[in-house]
């Protein structure tokens, strides 16, 4: 399953364990519906949400290759080539709620490891160093329900 989640896009499974930039409105304990899912699939099947292509794409693509679908093609051409290219599936597009619900739970608050950072000036004799932890809250994947009503 492929869904973001703060900006970013993550490939996720069940019980998964994901880390993500701190999220300042949850508590440990508390249940997340991810609703950006963009992919959901296994080695029998995929589930993928597309974009609507632009009219201007479709022009380029039809002119490229020769083929207009409303116009119908010839009977010795491959159906393959009369589809429009779908680039990156999840570039933007999600998934219907209704298609898929995952539920994740908010396991703890955490830092990341010591980071430094020195300034220094040349010659001037200033030197200072800035130690600092990111702050992250770890994720796990609880359920994936297909097929939700």
């Known amino acids: 399953m492929i869904a973001s989640l703060v900006g970013r896009t993550f490939l996720l499974s069940l019980s998964d364990i994901l880390t993500v930039p701190r999220l300042k409105d949850v508590r440990v304990g508390d249940v997340l519906e991810l609703d950006r899912v963009h992919e959901v699939g296994s080695q029998d099947y995929t589930l993928r949400a597309q974009d609507p292509i632009a009219p201007r794409v479709r022009k380029q693509h039809y002119a490229q290759t020769g083929l207009d679908p409303l116009e119908g093609a010839s009977s ?18 999600a998934l219907k709620p209704e298609t898929v619900r995952v539920r994740c739970v908010v396991v703890e608050h955490t830092k990341g490891k010591m980071e430094y950072i ?7 004799g200033y030197k200072k ?6 702050p992250y809250t770890r994720i796990r994947v609880e359920e994936i329900k297909l097929g939700v009503a």
Do not use: D, N, Y
Request: hydrophobic letters at 30%; zero cysteines; aromatic letters at 6%.
């Open 118 to 124: 020195v300034k220094e000036k040349r010659r001037k």
């Open 129 to 134: 160093t800035i130690k600092h932890k990111q």
């Open 76 to 93: 010795t051409t491959k159906w393959t080539s009369r589809l429009i290219p779908a680039g990156l599936a999840f570039t933007g597009a």
